[in-house]
């Protein structure tokens, strides 16, 4: 008996153990099966986004945009009335994009790369139907930009709201607020015949540009395209339709001496009114910790007359030019307010250039938000479509990279449109507002038109600037000026640009001037004339020249600023001299790194010629960047470089007289 009922335990124990082994390997395979379907449920899909414009720069609503694998449509989307559009739940991989919209030439961009968990912008400009184009062109696009994808989508209120109903889902990407129709079968297809392409103009794609947060980087290849017909021009898309506008900047304050130097030179040349800034004492405002204080109140007064009064800039400096007063003064009287605490400094004319003032009883309190208040004072004549199509392309660009910083500030854009006596306005003023929609809805507005002779009437828009514009009385406050001509300085304005100079330095308001396309020297010296006095810089678009350019022409900008400039993205640029405000109102500049002159060695080259040629450069740099105004044929004298190595003294050691 016990013999058996060992045998039927055993048994019944590997009937248990069976059902358990059956349990597991379906628990396994369950578990494996919804991890395999969460996989394909969560694997990150890439986004397509842009804007469809027309060739001048006006949007398209209702084009269709369609991502085509081969000849087989994978999704699309109708661009909105302000011509952007955005897919989203892209398979990641290369694709092809075709944009068609009735009355207008359809466009197929080829070689488009969608990445997993980024999107891929890409703005497109089609043709009226009208104009008749031979040929397919093939052009190389270096306008794909790939930024970081930090999707989140969420119901909106419920009430309908103007494009959008109470049951449609609220996407938001990169900041920017798009919508999800309700329905993907409301759109509106056109028929197109995948076969026939010869109504396509084919713009291919070799390459990709990442944001990290503003940073590009491209590698492409170039393709040879299709011929024309003998005697039919291609079709136009120019290069900077689909590559950032490349500019160069320069700190006319940095090189004061060079800037000096270049205001005598073309004085003579131009159109411009004078302003003596050739002697310059820097008063830098700081807390009793050290600290800039951006926002203090100053006055300087010769005995009891007020001479002038102004804000601190963002790194609590303020410029103060005695030349622009009477000569025979020797002796001025600071007085600078801060949080209702007073401190007086007497200011000795034949001092120190740069000077600080301590209002050691204060400590600079820190902010939750920086009120950052941004300004662009757009010339909006016919010249100027491709300056303002791409200020309406990277607008969310700008937007996404300032409001990156911590703490995030609180920002607000407007514009100042001008033109011309005989044009359709003079100016228009946009107010400032802090709903980026808002903003782009006045910006996708605007249009390009009128002008005809060269000066423009800027005065007239700076005016509106400084006297219509509600800037904030703290906090950073930049304007940019965007032209491509010199202002009128005929019509006998009372209000020149020397008084909105004066007025911006009181409210402590930087004007960044942008030389664009065809800036003849005229306009140049007075751009630089207005981003010097306002402590800012002059950026000028560059087209691949080489040294110095005396502008006038298309694709040619006028810019006589010696080797001390740098080029970027005119984006770039932007984002990066608003970011140094905005760093320096915190008392965290922005590390740029230090100057410094490198020498490659040339095996033919004595090391003697080569480190006199790296000492004469950087004497010329030292003579440039000079705080004092320093004629031509000065004599001058180098001192002997101090070196804290023994063993390195003599090869340091270097003497130059001039």
């Not at 329905?183 to 995948?194: N, Q, R």
């Not at 103060?320 to 600071?334: A, G, M």
Request: with cysteine.
């Amino acid at each position: 008996m016990k013999n058996t009922n060992i045998h039927e335990t055993g048994g019944t124990m590997k009937k248990i153990f069976t059902l358990i082994l059956i349990i597991i390997l379906f628990t396994s395979l369950l578990a494996e099966t919804k991890n395999n379907k969460a996989k394909k449920t969560t694997e990150p899909t890439g986004k397509l986004a842009g804007q469809v414009t027309d060739e001048k720069g006006n949007p398209v609503q209702y084009a269709n945009v369609s991502v085509l694998s081969g000849k087989n449509k994978v999704t699309g989307k109708q661009t909105k009335e302000n011509g952007s559009y955005l897919i989203i739940g892209i398979t990641p991989g290369e694709y092809d994009v075709l944009c068609t919209r009735t009355g207008y030439k359809a466009k197929k961009i080829t070689g488009v790369k969608i990445n997993s968990a980024l999107t891929t912008i890409l703005n497109i400009s089609i043709k009226q139907q009208d104009i008749e184009t031979e040929g397919i062109e093939v052009i190389e696009n270096k306008d794909e930009i790939v930024i970081p994808t930090n999707t989140g989508s969420g119901k909106t209120e419920d009430k309908d709201v103007r494009g959008g109903k109470s049951n449609e889902t609220s996407y938001t990407v990169d900041g920017m607020s798009v919508s999800d129709p309700v329905k993907e079968d409301t759109l509106i297809e056109e028929d197109f015949d995948a076969e026939d392409e010869s109504d396509i103009e084919v713009i291919e794609t070799i390459g990709s540009t990442s944001l990290k947060p503003y940073r590009e980087t491209s590698k492409t290849v170039s393709k040879k395209g299709v011929k024309p017909s003998p005697g039919k021009p291609y079709s136009s898309v120019t290069a900077s339709s689909y590559s950032g506008l490349k500019a160069g900047f320069v700190d006319d304050n940095k090189q004061f001496n060079y800037f000096l130097n270049f205001l005598e030179i073309y004085k003579r040349q131009v159109n411009a009114f004078p302003i003596n800034i050739s002697e310059r004492i820097v008063l830098n405002i700081k807390d009793g910790m050290g600290k800039s204080l951006p926002d203090a109140k100053l006055r300087i007064f010769s005995g009891n007359k007020e001479l002038e009064n102004g804000l601190s800039y963002s790194d609590g400096s303020y410029f103060f030019f005695p030349t622009e007063y009477k000569r025979n003064i020797s002796k001025y009287r600071l007085e600078v307010e801060y949080d209702c605490i007073i401190e007086d400094l007497i200011i000795d004319r034949q001092g120190k250039r740069e000077i600080d003032v301590t209002l050691a009883n204060i400590q600079k309190a820190a902010m939750k938000n920086i009120p950052l208040d941004l300004l662009f004072i757009l010339d909006t004549t016919g010249s100027m479509g491709e300056e303002i199509r791409r200020l309406r392309n990277s607008i969310e660009i700008i937007n996404l990279n300032i409001s990156e910083i911590s703490p995030k500030p609180e920002i607000r854009y407007g514009m100042v449109l001008y033109k011309d006596t005989k044009d359709a306005y003079i100016t228009k003023v946009i107010p400032l507002t802090d709903t980026l929609l808002a903003f782009q809805k006045q910006l996708f507005e605007v249009t390009a038109d009128g002008g005809g002779d060269s000066p423009e009437d800027l005065q007239a828009a700076l005016d509106d600037a400084m006297n219509k514009i509600k800037w904030r009385k703290n906090g950073v406050r930049l304007a940019f000026i965007i032209t491509d001509a010199p202002p009128h300085l005929d019509y006998k304005q009372p209000y020149t640009y020397v008084s909105a100079l004066k007025d911006a330095k009181r409210k402590g308001i930087k004007l960044f001037t942008i030389g664009t396309g065809g800036l003849p020297i005229d306009g140049e010296y007075v751009l630089r004339q207005i981003s010097q006095y306002t402590y800012a810089n002059y950026v000028f678009l560059t087209y691949g020249e080489k040294g110095e350019s005396d502008g006038g022409a298309p694709g040619s900008v006028s810019h006589h600023t010696g080797e001390n400039f740098q080029t970027d993205k005119l984006e770039a640029i932007i984002i990066r001299k608003v970011k140094e405000e905005l760093h320096n109102y915190l008392g965290k500049p922005l590390s740029g790194g230090d100057e410094y002159l490198e020498a490659t060695k040339i095996e033919t080259e004595e090391n003697k010629i080569t480190l006199d040629k790296l000492f004469t450069r950087a004497i010329s740099q030292l003579q440039d960047y000079s705080s004092i105004k320093i004629p031509q044929n000065t004599p001058a004298a180098i001192l002997p470089i101090m070196c804290s190595k023994e063993a390195l003294k003599v090869n340091a050691e270097y003497f130059l007289l001039t």
